[in-house]
């Protein structure tokens, strides 16, 4: 495959086909139920949904990559068998997995179908990655948003399948696969149910003072002055209070979007082959706006132009963004 792909989100019909028009390579996208990491209500795909994208993305170019990329429970694996049959008969053009369980099901059932290993499995040393081709035929992983880009480029020499990196959405910090701390609160697991901070144990509380609280099954996680815009409530986003800072501060990670957009030349340049927009659950203007903007992005750059990104800032998280790790390491 070609360096540079652009791998959008679809987390409706409606949203994938707008990705597909706005030029996205390929599209990722997953069923209804728990065995894709955005198991939300009004969103994914039905299995007659799904042979409809299909078809509508192949008869205009674009490939369809299939989510299965949760952990499931033990005893409970039919589930995402039955989702893998069902892709592999629509005709979904790679699945992307993080379990070693579902990863070697495929890769005995359906040999001919491509396997890319998703964040969620967190592989980030040569070491593990290597594992995963060699003993399941991975094509490609999806690095953690983690990593600098001298770190990328020295994990390129090292592994023998394609590298797909994050280039504007989401900018979790947590350890992708690994996350508890909606299920301590909710009963709801991000990494076996595919939903954090689900949308039934949500709650926002307009205080006399005229600020929002936004809730999480009872718990408050943010609070909001009437002018500002309230957030929706994720653990690692919320602001607490400490013996240290009682007036409440970001204990994990502050509401903000990756945006790589000027670093693109240089995950080129590094030998990353995808880049990957974040945004499954966003709305179809933002992924109209986002895909477009890097389409552009993309094709000036190899053409050999430089690249003139439109602003995407009205389209990030709090309205901020970042660069993250991929430029320079800076923890709390």
């Known amino acids: ?57 192949h008869t205009r170019g674009t490939k369809v990559l299939l989510a299965l990329n949760t952990y499931p429970p033990a005893g409970k694996v039919d589930l995402w068998r039955q989702a893998a049959d069902t892709g592999a008969r629509l005709g979904v053009d790679a699945f992307i997995v993080a379990d070693m369980g579902v990863a070697d099901y495929i890769a005995r059932t359906y040999p001919g179908i491509r396997l890319h290993l998703s964040v969620q499995a967190a592989a980030s040393s040569p070491e593990a990655i290597r594992y995963y081709c060699e003993n399941f035929g991975i094509k490609r992983v999806v690095l953690p948003r983690i990593l600098t880009i001298p770190e990328i480029r020295e994990i390129r020499r090292e592994i023998p399948c394609e590298i797909e990196t994050f280039i504007f959405g989401n900018h979790g910090l947590m350890v992708e696969g690994r996350c508890s701390l909606t299920n301590y609160l909710t009963g709801q697991s991000t990494n076996m149910d595919g939903v954090c901070s689900p949308a039934s144990d949500v709650e926002y509380v307009r205080d006399a ?3 929002m609280s936004s809730q999480l099954a009872g ?30 501060y970001y204990a994990f990670e502050e509401p903000v979007s990756l945006n790589l957009s000027r670093l693109l030349p ?65 923890w709390r």
């Open 1 to 57: 495959m070609s360096l540079a792909e652009l791998i959008c989100p679809a987390g409706t019909p409606a949203a994938l086909r707008t990705a597909v028009d706005a030029g996205a390579d390929a599209v990722y996208c997953g069923f209804q139920d728990a065995t894709n990491a955005r198991n939300f209500p009004g969103l994914n795909f039905t299995p007659d949904e799904l042979a409809e994208a299909v078809t509508y993305a």
């Open 209 to 211: 003072d005229g600020s």
């Open 219 to 248: 718990f408050t996680i943010d609070r909001f002055g009437p002018e500002e815009k309230a957030g929706y409530p994720t653990i690692c986003k919320g602001r607490y209070t400490a013996p240290h800072r009682p007036e409440g």
């Open 266 to 330: 240089e995950l080129i340049e590094a030998g990353v082959h995808a880049f990957k927009i974040e945004g499954r659950q966003r709305s179809k203007s933002y992924v109209r706006g986002v895909v477009r903007a890097f389409r552009a992005a993309v094709d000036d750059i190899k053409a050999g132009r430089d690249a003139n990104i439109a602003d995407l800032i009205a389209l990030t998280e709090g309205q901020k963004q970042t660069q993250g790790a991929f430029e320079t390491k800076k």
